[in-house]
């Protein structure tokens, strides 16, 4: 566990006061039953996680396979030009016009933003996002799902449609994997869900991390201070505080620099992870199927 954890760091699963909460007792019937397993298969590579990955090797009496990044697997072992190619796990339709925007842009001029497809904000937040957005002066592609507004649309103002015309796009949802490798991509504005944190590892890209909920309060404490490829937004989101961490993120100084180094790093070693041949993820996948064919 990374010693610069906080409470709030912790999973909302188990911040919880309600003993009887459905989602902490669920986790917790998981949890207690986990060495009935025959195996634990993570989405995740060794490196990433090394000292978490120890201490569950050490108290489970059973066989613990990281075979990630799954997306960066999935790229070894398909054939792009296969049946197998067009197949998609979104929970939403892609909008394909997201990559054709990107073309022509400048190398790591662009800030993309995506908060997965369950997370949901106020109408108040989406209007500081939205101005952080506009005043910080980059291109921006956001993605904004009908119900990303608690009980209510996702209707942006006018003056920010008019303030930012022509360096935006808003989509309601994208190829998120495409997207991230695209040199144009500088930064990610993420919820720190689990597959996006995989996949901007993968890419290089580093992170503005505005976690909602689950796991993802840990994951952002991770990309900000074990990995140093994130920064916080932070829960009470003002506009100058997005705007002061893209330029923090996007810009030629120290911090900027630092996480664009770093963020490189782990993009390495997540591809050395999956390659072929000798990569750990796929070696352990190669494992696996061994056993389950036994």
């Given at each position: 566990?990374?010693?610069h ?7 909302s ?7 009887s909460?459905i989602?902490?007792?669920?986790l ?30 050490a108290?489970?009496p ?12 999935t790229e ?6 296969g049946?197998l190619?067009?197949?998609r ?37 989406l ?6 957005l ?5 291109d921006?592609?956001w993605i904004?799902?009908?119900d ?20 935006c796009?808003l989509?309601?949802w994208?190829?998120q ?8 991509v500088g ?18 890209v580093p ?12 994951n ?11 920064v ?13 961490r ?9 911090v900027?620099r630092?996480?664009?180094?770093r ?7 997540a ?7 000798g990569?750990?993820?796929?070696a352990?996948?190669?494992?696996l ?6």
């Amino acid at each position: 566990m990374s010693k610069h954890m906080r409470l709030r760091d912790f999973s909302s699963f188990v911040r919880t006061t309600d003993r009887s909460d459905i989602l902490f007792n669920f986790l917790l019937h998981e949890v207690e039953h986990a060495d009935r397993a025959t195996a634990i298969i993570l989405n995740t590579f060794d490196e990433l996680e090394q000292t978490a990955l120890d201490a569950m090797r050490a108290i489970l009496p059973l066989p613990v396979y990281t075979i990630g990044p799954l997306n960066s697997l999935t790229e070894q072992l398909v054939s792009q030009e296969g049946d197998l190619a067009g197949i998609r796990s979104s929970l939403w339709r892609e909008d394909q016009s997201c990559l054709k925007w990107l073309q022509g842009r400048e190398p790591r001029s662009v800030v993309y933003v995506n908060y997965g497809s369950v997370t949901t904000m106020s109408k108040q937040e989406l209007v500081e996002f939205a101005w952080g957005l506009a005043n910080c002066g980059y291109d921006f592609l956001w993605i904004v799902r009908n119900d990303l507004v608690k009980g209510d649309a996702a209707v942006l103002p006018p003056e920010f449609l008019e303030a930012t015309k022509g360096r935006c796009l808003l989509a309601s949802w994208c190829e998120q994997e495409a997207v991230m490798q695209h040199e144009a991509v500088g930064a990610f504005l993420t919820h720190c869900g689990w597959n996006s944190m995989m996949e901007g590892l993968s890419a290089g890209v580093p992170m503005l991390c505005w976690p909602f909920f689950a796991e993802q309060q840990t994951n952002c404490r991770y990309a900000c201070m074990e990995w140093g490829v994130g920064v916080e937004v932070g829960d009470d989101v003002r506009r100058e505080v997005v705007e002061a961490r893209i330029r923090e993120v996007m810009g030629g100084g120290e911090v900027g620099r630092e996480m664009r180094r770093r963020a490189a790093e782990w993009k390495e070693v997540a591809s050395r992870s999956t390659a072929q041949p000798g990569g750990r993820s796929l070696a352990n996948l190669e494992s696996l199927l061994k056993d389950v064919l036994k």
